[in-house]
């Protein structure tokens, strides 16, 4: 069963460095999502992405965030100068159609000291 | 707005016990509801789903009906095991284009032996 992957499955960065996560969506999916979930907090959405745009974006994300499809796989986040509340597992996922399921990855914990 | 409450955790049960776990939900228009299930160490797994009232979705021996008028979507299971243990996650999708999913905070479940 196809399923969405994301690398990697941990990072850890100094406080101000940049990071990229990394998502594969499932193939034929056209929507594509990050949420981040803050321990023993709920998951938030931060970005939605549709036809190389983002189609809606929570106030999480901020001008240190960024989202880019780079090639006909691959779905990143980039933080650009991390922060120590950046610490969280972020969640990738999509989606087929306008009604179709979401489909989550197991996600990327990533700590910021 | 658009906003899930659920019940708060942790919940402790028997195995073979009756579980419930409750779910109402804010939102304009008709959303579609969802249950999320994460296993420990994993990422978030669709368990249930419903899209309009009345229906009532099911998987894995979970049951949750979506209430109109009461705006529930309360997740029950007849005999729980010892591999249901994770955290259940009740989530809207507002009826609107690459919609994003609005999670409530989640509840843990333990089963004893």
């Known amino acids: 069963e196809p399923e969405v992957t994301q690398t990697p499955s941990h990072q850890v960065t100094q406080m101000g460095q940049e990071v990229i996560l990394r998502c594969v969506p499932i193939s034929n999916h056209l929507y594509f999502y990050w949420y981040r979930q803050i321990l023993g907090q709920k998951v938030e959405f931060l970005v939605s992405f549709y036809n190389n745009e983002i189609s809606e974006k929570s106030e999480i994300f901020d001008d240190q965030f960024s989202v880019e499809r780079p090639d006909g796989s691959n779905f990143t986040l980039k933080i650009r100068s991390t922060k120590l509340e950046d610490s969280a597992m972020y969640f990738c996922a999509s989606r087929q159609g306008e009604q179709e399921t979401q489909y989550f990855g197991p996600g990327t914990r990533l700590l910021v000291l | 707005g658009n906003s899930v409450t659920q019940m708060e955790g942790p919940v402790t049960l028997s195995e073979e016990a009756f579980l419930t776990i409750n779910c109402t939900y804010t939102?304009?228009?008709?959303?579609?509801l969802f249950w999320y299930v994460q296993y420990p160490g994993e990422g978030l797994q669709l368990l249930l789903k419903?899209?309009?009232?009345?229906d009532k979705g099911s998987n894995k021996g979970f049951e949750a009906t979506y209430r109109k008028e009461t705006t529930s979507f309360h997740l029950e299971k007849g005999s729980v095991q010892v591999s249901d243990s994770a955290v259940y996650f009740c989530?809207?999708?507002?009826?609107?284009?690459?919609?994003?999913?609005?999670f409530g905070s989640g509840t843990r479940l333990s089963i004893r032996p």
């Open positions: 419903a899209t309009k009232a009345d």
């Open positions: 939102a304009t228009g008709y959303p579609s």
């Open positions: 989530a809207l999708s507002p009826y609107s284009s690459a919609s994003k999913i609005i």
